[in-house]
């Protein structure tokens, strides 16, 4: 199974991509975590202590692999470069395992400067594809607001992609954006989670369920606040918040025909 996450930012997106990553992991599957996301919180997610995160080199600031894969030095302006560079030992080697998940960070090309941007893009847009398209275990991708490291030939291997919003009709346009962007690509399976639910929200989802597929409505947790607050993965600090994203997953694996 191959899942994006996305959505507007500070929905809950990469609470709800680690906690399925933890869950996933729990069964004894191998899996795969992805933080492609440049606001990285990934890790904290998942439950690796904030130290050993730190410590973590995002793919797209080392240096010496682009150049060696690509044939191109980082940011410098050259007009040739191997498009498609040798990944397929980078999932092993280069992520960190915890809690029985193997999070690989991508980091983010910085824009600017002059120089050509290509080599470092082209080694995550390959390492990204790879893993949708090659690797046999499961991945779960925290994405930025968008679809900025999906390609078309990415798009194959994407199962499906979960859009996480909260109530309000911002978060819902964001979703809408990118579900169009998706379609455009050739992502065929988009749902939404609706994300912190308090009891008023009721006629929110049931509204929001009329127009677009929605997998569950996860409600606000207090455990999960404080557990963002502490560095603290929402797995182990709310059971309940764990039950509920467990449905949620079991839904999109229905979705996808798992």
Not at 45 to 54: E, F, N, Q, R, Y
Not at 61 to 87: C, D, H, S, W
Not at 165 to 170: A, D, I, L, Y
């Amino acid at each position: 199974m191959k899942l994006a996450v996305t959505g507007k930012g500070g929905v809950g997106k990469t609470t709800v991509a680690g906690t399925m990553a933890r869950i996933l992991a729990s069964r004894g599957l191998r899996v795969y975590a992805v933080d492609a996301d440049p606001d990285a919180n990934l890790a904290s997610a998942i439950g690796i202590s904030a130290d050993k995160a730190a410590a973590i080199t995002p793919i797209s600031e080392m240096a010496q692999l682009i150049r060696e894969r690509t044939g191109a030095e980082p940011g410098a302006l050259t007009p040739v470069y191997k498009m498609n560079p040798r990944v397929d030992d980078l999932p092993e080697s280069l992520s960190v395992e915890a809690h029985g998940v193997r999070l690989l960070r991508l980091g983010t090309v910085k824009k600017g400067g002059g120089g050509c941007i290509c080599p470092e893009s082209a080694l995550l847009r390959s390492l990204l594809t790879h893993l949708m398209l090659a690797e046999k275990d499961i991945v779960i991708v925290d994405m930025e607001a968008g679809i900025e490291h999906l390609g078309r030939a990415t798009a194959r291997g994407v199962d499906a992609m979960l859009v996480v919003v909260e109530p309000g009709r911002r978060s819902v346009q964001t979703a809408e954006t990118i579900s169009r962007l998706a379609r455009d690509i050739g992502v065929s399976r988009i749902a939404l989670v609706v994300n912190k639910v308090t009891p008023a929200d009721g006629d929110f989802c049931r509204q929001l369920a009329e127009d677009h597929d929605v997998l569950g409505c996860l409600p606000f947790s207090e455990e999960v606040r404080l557990a963002d607050l502490d560095e603290q993965a929402p797995y182990d600090a709310s059971p309940a918040y764990a039950a509920e994203v467990s449905g949620i997953l079991e839904r999109a694996q229905a979705l996808i025909g798992g």
